[in-house]
């Protein structure tokens, strides 16, 4: 009888959470709405990018010998845009940045497997908190970038 009864309010938990679950994708979907509508008329003739608002924050990293040359990166909460130079003659390398600590994390933004000398952009959104990056195929390289308010 007990376990019923528990049983009963897992149900209603699961079916309140899959309606907020519903709920904020519906919010999703009327934030694209607006934006693309704000994004309409008004902005013919303006750069297609996304880099709301102008402004941002610009990174400089290097991988040489199959480390990045920074193990520790830092930058406002915004607009990010990292720059990585390959110096690596024929190795190919990439940056991969992702939430948390460790690759395990959601991918945030990634540049493509390329053979240096190469140089590659990436310009990201983040908000606060802890990234880790590294280049997917020398997993060694990495590092930890802190995003503040
Ligand atoms: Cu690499």
Redesign the pocket.
């Known amino acids: 009888m007990n376990a019923a009864t528990v049983a009963d309010g897992a149900m209603m938990t699961g079916a309140a959470g899959r309606w907020r679950r519903s709920l904020a994708v519906l919010a999703a979907i009327a934030a694209v709405g607006v934006l693309a509508a704000a994004c309409g008329p008004a902005t013919s003739g303006a750069p297609a990018a996304g880099t709301a608002g102008g402004g941002g924050t610009t990174i400089r990293i290097t991988?040489r010998k199959?480390v990045f040359d920074k193990r520790t990166l830092t930058a406002p909460a915004g607009s990010i845009t990292v720059k990585v130079e390959?110096r690596?003659k024929g190795?190919?390398?990439?940056i991969h940045f992702f939430t948390g600590t460790d690759a395990s994390g959601t991918s945030v933004g990634m540049t493509p497997?390329s053979q240096g000398p190469d140089a590659q952009v990436l310009t990201m959104t983040l908000q606060a908190g802890t990234y880790f990056y590294q280049?997917?195929?020398?997993p060694a390289?990495n590092g930890t970038l802190t995003v503040t308010r």
Do not use: L, Q, R
Not at 91 to 94: A, K, L, T, V, Y
Not at 135 to 138: A, K, L, P, Q
């Open positions: 991988t199959s390959n690596d190795i190919p390398h990439n497997m280049c997917d195929m020398h390289a």
